[in-house]
């Protein structure tokens, strides 16, 4: 073999080295496109359901939105109003725990999507906390009253659960 021989040799796999190392380029960036996205999407979340939980022990805030939402002439939200009739909470008391359930609901809808990801017991965990939408009287109310409210995505996957035993 002579040195012109040696040299197409290497050439050719640097090529192919140069082709492999791109390939694996292209794989990285799409794993870090995937990591912003799933990290914007968990901020979101986040924010949304920090948001809920604020308006849910704050007192006053949460008798502020109320009073306010109906004095403006808003509509009472399903939640609150089953609730109220219901139980005979006030409406401060009916909306701080529809803040405490859609709080909730946002940290399951962060997490569905990554379900996949969870160990065995982990997901087991999970979907145990979503059978409380069958299972258990403030949670079921809340998600029959907001059903149609809800991403279709997420409370088809919730719907499918509930549907089976146990």
Known sequence: MN???V???G??????????TL???????????QDVR???????????RQFNMTYATDERLN???VKSHLLLGGQEFPFPRELRDRTGMTGEEAGALNWD?????QYRCQMIPYLDELPGDERKMFEFGIRQYRDVPLPKL????????LNPVIVRYVDNLLAQPG
Do not use: M
């Open 7 to 9: 040299g197409a040799i």
């Open 3 to 5: 040195w012109e021989e």
């Open 23 to 33: 390939v694996y380029l292209a794989v990285q960036v799409r794993h870090a496109r």
């Open 63 to 65: 008798n502020l939105r």
């Open 142 to 149: 809340w998600y029959e009253t907001n059903k149609p409210f």
């Open 101 to 105: 359930q859609q709080a909730w609901w």
């Open 11 to 20: 050439q050719v796999l640097g090529s192919v080295a140069v082709f492999i």
């Open 38 to 48: 799933r990290s914007i999407n968990q901020s979101r979340f986040e924010t949304i």
